[in-house]
């Protein structure tokens, strides 16, 4: 991919839907959507781009967080839902499921009707484990944070709100890590 290239899916990026970002229909399965995405991390997973001279690697870097953002909303049952309403009223991009992929600040908690992941669980046991998660994530700990993940994801197994919280920890995790590598 030439940088012609880069600055045509960078002019095109603010007008493409999520589906269209990977090249698969509305009705497309969770496996579809995800092999899209393997596909799409493959043209533009940074790490693939170390070559490039920095201001390319800064677009690369850029189109790669919109494909982890809509394989974020698009994997999420509930998220993907909202998206849908909100692209029948014409919005590409709504605001209220945006994930932040800033290290900085804690992954958004769109799951619950109250914006708190605690809310989501259906084991009460599971509480305690997936507050004290949020709370790690407030204070800059995604490695603590994940296992207080795992604890509450062993009594509240197979819910979705915490395997996407559980996903979003990693990619925190992952960043925190190349962070502290530079």
Known sequence: MDADALREWLDAL???S???LFRVTPDASPDEVRNA???FA???HPDVHQWRPPQELVVISYIFRRGTEAYRV????LRRVRYNEALMEGVLRPESLLVDLDSSRAP???MAPSGRLADSVRVVSARPFVARAEQLVKAGDPQQAKLQLVMAMHRDPN????EAFARELDELRKAKANTSKK
């Open 18 to 20: 999520y589906y269209d």
């Open 108 to 110: 958004s908690r769109s």
């Open 37 to 39: 995405f393997h596909a």
């Open 14 to 16: 603010d007008y493409l």
């Open 74 to 77: 698009l994997s999420d049952p």
């Open 42 to 44: 493959e043209s533009f």
């Open 159 to 162: 819910n979705p709100s915490l």
